[in-house]
């Protein structure tokens, strides 16, 4: 069984890391906050001062982490990845990034002999700790097969895409659509509302309807309690929109729509809604159509 | 049992109206494509020739019609229904017209001693031939509880949202997420197909994914397959979206991302999609990505 | 001479109207707030009490009002023009209407036996004060030519463009350059605002750059000193750009950039700025990007 | 007198470096084509075969390049200007950039010992052989007030922002308002032309109107004579869009009708506009509306 190590123990990380301990792979995990690697320690794995360290003791290293800055940040440097791993490493990195800075990752690894494998997933925490998230994966076709067994320990569904860059794309793809959606459901309901509408009565119609996914059936609750815990926050979508924009500029695809809500977002998080989650861009559409952002 | 009249008889009238038939309610129906009524007249309805026939004959008229001038020509007019209608009758419009428009009709009929409810629908015509479509309904109350049993007939769900015109602002929050969601799947699949992925395998993904609703599981296979029979026509969709962006317009509701997807759906339409289903906005994002909109 | 009516005495009717007395036309004028009408009586005009008088002593009447439903209101009526004119009579109508709304009236009043020019005018107050109004006319050729002298009057620039409507169509254009102008002002001044770039500074430059239109110029100080007082208020061109986004769905003409522009101010009116000078929308710039609209 | 160096002869960079010969400053050139430093040549101008020559005879070194990239690329490598230069010198970067990009730069340099200025310019060709430039300074004050007669032989307007960064934000604040002015008067002929409207007549409205800036002028008859011979390219003009849009992201900013700009100029360029004058988003917009992008 390959040595496996992980760098990134946040809200999704966490529960990846444990499932593919309980897997039974040996397991070495390294979190800025070290007090997040209890649950895997108490599981049996091992905890790294430094990433140089889990690199050290791994044959694949998987990176869940903010953004791309982040995933530079654990590779290089004396305490990095790059400076405890060895030539025929694997670098599996399951961050949301856009698909030329993972090629940008993939080329520098490559550069000291590792391969690379793009691997970010949806789902949200839940499917993360059933171990039943979507991977969409970027890369040579041997390595995906060859570590076929780690990513089925994460994920129920796995779409190999192509070479390196190609999962995140893909991931780029499905998170526009999420974007989109939540966007339309945040103006049904800033449309209702000012209308006079009542809330409830509309959130429980949309449920009923074929626009119900998964995902509106989660925030559907969340506008109409106007209660914006973050399950996914804003700040975080907003970069994702603009991973979106800058890959459909430099490819040339107009994306019209994801513009507009990417500039949506830009005014939500800069009128304070960034650390809530994203369906707040519903307040963002209220506070634009001048009504109250309070409750009641 | 209340005598019904229906006026209407398109892919959703005709199921609607059959389900009336066999609810047991007295019927009489009329269509300008007289043999769209055949079916009817098996069930055992009256087959009208002239709206003002179908008014003389019914105490409540079901419209389902075009837009907001189709239903404006069914009832003026000397062959029209107020011409056949007496105080105290119903109009029972399900069409999708702007609130502006519902109210507009209800004021007009008001002054004939009609009353109205707006009872426009969501759900394809698979529900409509179940009876299991939603009933989005603005009104009186009493109006709207007396004729409760009728509507049954048609819908499994219905939602009363207040006076008239309420049920017209619901459909359009409804229709307003369904145009949003198809744009959203249009625009990552334009991503996707630019980028090289595999559209079947990023279909799949999607289908997989908390993005899935009933909605996206219908238009998926039509960009993949680019075969874009109208379910529901472009046409009609830039119609719908024009009512969304007026009804913001007078209320005073930005809605940006609805108003992108609009000026999308006005090239669609300008360029020749307009009888294709709306998911053929896939199309015109191809072509504004420079790629060729032939299939394979 | 020609016997002119005139109705509408705003800020740009009223000295359109002291250019055509003091041209020496024999002038009937109407406006609902009398009061308005005091300068045309010095200046020999007769004051009506009703359109329909003034209709009665006409024979080009020429309507100066804010949208086509006051248009409509003044035609109509037993005191409208209708009631008091009679075939062979002209309208020349110099609101700010939407294409179609001016066929509407030019057929309604065809089938009064008068015959209509739309002749919507740019230039501001400036302009109308002294006669150098650019007009854009739309009509029957041979009709324009024999009012080309009573145009003259208020107009240096004449501008034949075709049928009915086609005058309002060239407004549209004009109107939809300005809003996107001032908009653009508005955006760059706002990044300027976020950057701590000194906006007075940043004014003098744009002032002295290709961009420098008699628009800018005039925006510019407005923006800088935070001071909106209504040149042309916001909530007049946030019905223009109703117009423009109608029109442009009506003849499949996509207009992204205006039909953007038209949901910034539907925020913008929302907010509370209906009333302001239109540049005010970067007060809306403002508070989206989470900064104080205070002025210093 | 300074040693002044000038990397990038291109349309605006030959003749701005021609004013500084004139002007009597010692200048060295390098242009990665050897052909256009000739008529510097003729001017007394050394000719270097590389950066590095220039950074060695120079005091100051002028930079006015395509992008980020090519300033990075000049700067750096065993022949950039960094290898012959000294500490003390000064990098004056005339590019268009962003902020961002513009303090990296300056931040890199200041690691060898170099100040810097970002100068960035607005005004065409003509005012670039004429040396009457607007010239938007970011940099220490004193490093401007030192360079203020170099600058004077190339503009006639300077203004002076603050710190680094801040004549590149300026620049794009000029530039956000060229964009949308010709945004908005390509969506203005395209409205006029779909709507049968004599385009050169429109122009000639347009020219004597409030909107008709300079730069309106130059564009309207590229416009009606559908003429695109490059000014300035598309391509060009989409990379300025997606700094702003980059910036208004970063500083929280948004900028709703520039990202709509920006995503109409991505498919102008995907269509195959890049090479041409950013005007040809017209023909852009001619194809969305279904029309033909063939003269006459």
Redesign the interface.
């Known amino acids: 069984m390959q040595r496996v190590g992980f760098v990134g123990l946040g809200l999704m990380g966490a529960p990846m890391a444990e499932n593919i301990a309980r897997g039974g792979f040996p397991l070495t995990v390294f979190n800025r906050t070290a007090s997040k690697a209890r649950s895997l320690e108490a599981l049996g794995a091992k905890v790294a001062s430094s990433p140089k360290e889990v690199a050290a003791a791994s044959q694949v290293v998987i990176t869940m982490l903010a953004d791309a800055s982040a995933v530079e940040a654990v590779l290089t440097g004396a305490d990095g990845l790059l400076a405890g791993g060895r030539p025929g490493m694997v670098l599996m990195d399951m961050s949301t990034v856009s ?1 030329a800075q993972s090629r940008r990752i993939a080329s520098e690894v490559a550069g000291h002999g590792w391969m690379t494998l793009d691997a970010p997933v ?3 925490t839940g499917p993360a700790k059933e171990g039943t998230l ?1 991977i ?1 994966v970027g890369g040579e076709k041997d390595v995906f097969e060859a570590h076929r067994e780690i990513l089925s320990k994460m994920g129920k ?1 796995l ?1 190999y ?2 070479p390196n860059g ?1 999962g995140a ?2 991931k ?3 998170n ?6 939540v ?3 945040a ?6 509302a ?5 809330l409830d ?2 959130g ?3 449920l ?9 059936q ?1 925030k559907v609750p969340l506008i109409v309690g106007r209660d914006f815990a973050a399950a996914f926050p804003l700040k975080h979508m ?1 970069k994702d929109l ?1 991973l ?6 430099e ?14 977002f ?2 939500a ?4 809604h960034g650390d809530q989650d994203f369906a707040a861009v519903f307040l963002q ?1 209220l ?4 009504l109250s952002t309070n409750p009641g």
Do not use: N, W
């Open positions: 698909p949806f789902g949200s979507g969409l569904h779409y895409f192509g190609s794309t893909a780029l793809c499905f526009l659509m999420v974007a989109a959606q966007a339309g459901l103006e049904a309901m800033a449309l209702g000012k209308s006079g509408l009542d009565l509309l429980q119609a949309i009923a309807s074929p626009v119900a996914s998964t995902l509106v989660r907003h603009g979106m924009i800058d890959t459909g500029h490819l040339g695809v107009p994306l019209p729509v994801t513009g507009e809500v990417h500039e949506l830009t005014a998080k800069a009128c304070g559409l506070q634009m159509a001048g």
